[in-house]
């Protein structure tokens, strides 16, 4: 269990009495965020424990390597995105006020500590969510009532209330007290369920083969030159599928990727994607190109002879230049320098292999991690290109709503630091049932078909997250 004391005269209640006397002069809400290093609890334990209290509003995220875990249960302040193109400023400008009047204790332990803003965007901001989706909106944001973040082997526990003009400042300590008496401890392991698969469906793949060659059809008589596709694919199983559970089997499964989950209410968007859209650390930035793929061999020599197939593919090479060049466009206009590796070399997960070009830069230290999503989401490799007349031809051809998939879903932290992926590789989870994704990027050489296979080897990581025999 882990256990932080407190007492009405230690440094804590001044800073929480200051908080509330914040909230009085300026009436309105204050952050009170006491930050304290706890003993080493696996994150994904502390979500799973917290699942009876804070279901429904519960967040995890775990780095390509591992060594940065976070855990957030329940919602102390709530940023809704809104569904203009501005929603992106609208939400770094709603974090930045409540940061520049919170009150802050405790210990600062670096990135991704302290109180965080967890959560992540829809994919089109113009499409009006639906039966799907409706649970997120545009987007969804909030800093959490409680959050555990894992930073190398060092663990951080952090307490968030939001303080109003009138609260006594007593009662609040004591429920704070009560929260520090109530927090998920220790679990050694994590229960796995064995939901029994019944329907395995497919939506409309002979219809999305029919928009596949539309696309074609339509680079070839105007200016697009590559527009990203997604389909669907359903699973229902015989109980409620157990997030936790397949969030284990992610992490075991696909490792060297980001593991992720964001619930609403009774829904839950999770997955295990190779593609970071943005990290910043301080003043650097880091970001991913990542553009055409191929399968995995069956043994050592084949997997090499598809990956070497893969770097010499005209159309694979292509289609990752176009994502190199609007994202190194995009960051020029934020940093001071910027690094871009002139050939892309072969990421391999267990599933699929990929064209890869890390980019890093130098910015200001006030550029915010979503001045740097604003300008790159959507890229080349999840909209087309030119990305913004692409997204318009998905609007109104894709049968799919996106919703949160192939978006940015992250965290920002209250140094400047934060990290955003790309929710590709992901699944949304509705009692039941499972909404699988995946998506290709068509260009006009395209081959309805062929697209549809590579779409399939692209459900594989979540299939096999599920429980599902390949």
Known sequence: MIVLTVSYETEEYDELLAAVQKANKLRRNILFSLTERVGRTDPLSFYYRGQAQFSGARFFWQNETGNQIIAGLGQAVKIDADKEGSRVKNVRNRWREILDTAVLSGVSGGEGTGPLLLGGFSFDPKTKPSGLWHRFGAGLFYIPALSLTDFHGQTYLTINLACSAGDDP?????????????IPGKLGTIPISRERLIEKKEKEPDEWKRTVQRAVYRMTASDLDKIVLARALELVFDDPINSESVMGRLREQQKGNFIFSLESSGDCFLGATPERLVRKRGNELFSTCLAGSIIRGKDEASDKLLGDELLKDPKNRLEHQY?????????????????????????????????????????????????????????????GVPTDKAVIWIRENEKLERGLYASPIGWADAFGNGEFAVGIRSALIHGKKATLFAGCGVLQDSIPEKEYEETAVKFRPMLSAFGVKL
């Open 170 to 182: 007593e009662k609040l300590m004591d429920r704070l007290q009560e929260m520090k008496k109530n």
């Open 323 to 383: 994502v190199v060049s609007a994202i190194k466009e995009a960051l020029e206009r934020l940093c001071k320098s910027l690094s871009v590796p002139d050939e892309p070399i072969v990421m391999k997960n267990k599933h699929i292999q990929h064209l890869y070009t890390p980019v890093q830069g130098t910015c200001d230290p006030d550029v915010s991690v979503f001045d740097v999503i604003d300008r790159l989401h959507p890229t080349p490799a999840l909209g």
